[in-house]
T-cell receptor, first 116, second 111 residues
Framework: EAQVTQNPRYLITVTGKKLTVTCSQNMNHEYMSWYRQDPGLGLRQIYYSMNVEVTDKGDVPEGYKVSRKEKRNFPLILESPSPNQTSLYFC???????????????FGAGSRLTVL | KQEVTQIPAALSVPEGENLVLNCSFT??????LQWFRQDPGKGLTSLLLIQSSQREQTSGRLNASLDKSSGRSTLYIAASQPGDSATYLCAVSHNNNDMRFGAGTRLTVKP
């Protein structure tokens, strides 16, 4: 089944303890992206990657890092989490190219992170 | 900076009604606009995508329109069903890399 898999789905951690949220897709998609969703604010883009070793900042990159060493994986790293990073995080991927289907994102199920 | 607004924030209708969800955006220079559905505890599912050169897209009981000049899109749902209950989000993209989302409209369809 074509999917985007995020882990963990739920995590409670404490301020300052480094954590990584993994994201993996099995569709050979070039483009991958991370979003956070907060009540009343919708989804906001954190980072995105056009392909292996190519990453770029979204609207809210502060406090986050990403890497794209393999095409299928795009982990989100919080080096020193703070309470304002408590949120619901989504990873998404899509193919690239000129056809209209290249624009359709496939989302993971989400990772709910609480930082105490 | 592009801002995307969805009104109303919540909507409750009886089963069988036709309904319209609204999305407005401040910068008309968009690449495309998408409508998504989000169910509790799940990710987003793309419903319809409208390229900047298109005026509307249809899929089953769903019809999405786009008016770039006025910065508006609507999602029309015909003959609503309880299974349509979900949060609907619209998102606009300027260059196919970024994507800005509205806060969503939470739809409840009552049997």
């Amino acid at each position: 089944e074509a999917q985007v898999t995020q882990n963990p789905r739920y995590l409670i951690t404490v301020t300052g303890k480094k954590l990584t949220v993994t994201c993996s897709q099995n569709m050979n998609h070039e483009y991958m992206s991370w979003y956070r969703q907060d009540p009343g604010l919708g989804l906001r883009q954190i980072y995105y990657s056009m392909n292996v070793e190519v990453t770029d900042k979204g609207d809210v990159p502060e406090g986050y890092k990403v890497s794209r060493k393999e095409k299928r994986n795009f982990p989100l790293i919080l080096e020193s989490p703070s309470p304002n990073q408590t949120s619901l995080y989504f990873c998404a991927s899509r193919t690239t190219g000129g056809h209209s289907g290249a624009n359709v994102l496939t989302f993971g199920a989400g990772s709910r992170l609480t930082v105490l | 900076k592009q801002e995307v607004t969805q009104i109303p924030a919540a909507l409750s209708v009886p089963e069988g009604e036709n309904l319209v969800l609204n999305c407005s955006f401040t910068d008309s220079a968009i690449y495309n606009l998408q409508w998504f559905r989000q169910d509790p505890g799940k990710g987003l599912t793309s419903l319809l995508l409208i390229q900047s050169s298109q005026r509307e897209q249809t899929s089953g009981r769903l019809n999405a329109s786009l008016d770039k000049s006025s910065g508006r899109s609507t999602l029309y749902i015909a003959a609503s069903q309880p299974g349509d209950s979900a949060t609907y989000l619209c998102a606009v993209s300027h260059n196919n890399n970024d994507m800005r989302f509205g806060a969503g409209t939470r739809l409840t369809v009552k049997p």
